[in-house]
């Protein structure tokens, strides 16, 4: 594939991304304009695709192929629509992106629920099996609320992330990065299921509330994967049944380029 049409494809599946999380709740009525979703372009990976602002609809449902603006690992616009800027917390992303030579995809939205239990200091613990692995460990916590506009800003962000999956910006929102949009805006969505639930057993049990044990989470990891099971491995081996795992991503995608051209 040459640059033009891979830089084509990663807008494209940039726009798709951000669609998504409207769709699943994450930017959505009064958020609808607030997070973005990049990607870092494969055959150029000092630079970087990511939703813009100054749309005449600024809403991420809306976002479109040709919207999307390039970066540079500065944060600075360089390729795009003319008057279109790239996202005011754009330093989230170059930050991350030159700390992290291993992150494909980041994303930035406000989800409620990791906003409230970051605001009441609240450590998430595994509630549920979905995003179970993101809260094994306490997720980092960026000591602020401020918007992340400046170089420093970027980097305090940057380096409260760490080596972690997931970040929580108190009483801001979210970062959550990943391997491919796909990684990342559903790494988001589980650390959303694991604050969800966290506040559910707080409100109801307070602090200390009972949670799923190192033990369970044990035992689960030891658990053979389900093609080395006997009574699956012929029908799993070679399958399309082994890409099954991903089929709740591939749906929202599916649905968010609907009427995309």
Known sequence: MTAEPQ?????????????VLPEIGLAAGVLGSLGHVSMRVPDNPETFVVKGRGYAIDALARAEPEGMVVCDLDG?????PPGITQCFEVKIHSCIYRARPDVQSIVHVHPRFAIV??????TLVPMCREGMELVEQPV???????????EDDG???AESLGDATVLMLQGHGAVSVGTSTGDAVMNMAHLE?????????????????ARITDAQIAESHAQPP???LPHFRELVSGTRAQAAVGGVWRHLAALAAEGME
């Open 76 to 80: 600075f616009k360089i390729g795009g």
């Open 7 to 19: 830089l084509e494809s990663v807008r494209r599946e940039v726009a798709i991304a951000n669609r």
């Open 117 to 122: 239990m970051s605001v009441l200091g609240v």
């Open 140 to 150: 980092p916590v960026y000591p602020h609320s401020k918007l992340i506009l400046s």
């Open 226 to 228: 389900t093609a080395e």
């Open 193 to 209: 299921e694991q604050a969800r639930m966290n506040w559910y057993a707080y409100a109801a049990a307070g602090p200390g509330h």
């Open 155 to 157: 980097v305090g962000v």
